[in-house]
């Protein structure tokens, strides 16, 4: 496992959170691998308390996950897991949808619109960064929560979202399935457009299915 040393010129906690968390989407730190504090403060030379922080965070996001000794490890991947957050996220983000005024206020259709137009720009001229993918399309998501005006509901539409970041990295589905998700987004965005909300409802939870189901077709790091 190699982490790179932190600089102390920004806040610890968050630095250290990200570097946690990029390591996990990405497969570096493998599901069920165990994490210490002593451990990662010595390898990104910082001290303990932002790491317990950090891995806090990471298990209230279920990033990480934390057993009846206190021991903290990765995740596992399980088909159980891909469809219980699956099951959170389209309620979640339908929800957002439905408390939602319309039309969408133009400033938020355009915000929706440009991290659509950078995914499909990644595509084009970097086609094998998944987890690029991943993380715009995790802005796409919350984007889509934030047409509504409640914190909370976007709060937990951005930790679910987490989640998903590597959920649809490590399912290995990415790749396949990339231009069929932009179409899905491009047909949200144009009933957002149009101001036909249970459209864009009926068409995000569609979307949403799909990719769930696309996550269990293909073995990844999925198990049973």
Known sequence: MALTPIKKSSTLKEQAYEQIRQAINTNTLK??????????????????????????????????????????????????????ASKVRIALECMALDCADFPIPAEKLSHIDEIYHEQVELVKNNPTDNLGFAELDKLFHCALAECCDNSSLIEFVQSINN??????????????????????????????????KEFAKLSLSEHLKKVEARMLLRDGVVEE
Request: aromatic share 4%; no cysteine.
């Open 163 to 196: 989640v998903m970041v590597r959920m649809n990295v490590l399912s290995g589905t990415l790749q396949n399935n990339r231009l069929d998700a932009l179409e899905e987004h491009a047909q949200i965005i144009r009933y957002l457009k149009s101001s036909q």
């Open 31 to 84: 599901p069920g691998t165990f994490l210490t504090e002593e451990q990662l403060s010595s390898m990104l030379s910082i001290s303990r308390t932002p790491i317990r922080s950090a891995l806090q965070q990471l298990v209230y996001e279920k990033l990480l996950s934390q057993d009846a000794t206190g021991h903290i490890y990765v995740s596992k991947i399980t088909e159980k897991s891909v469809t219980d």
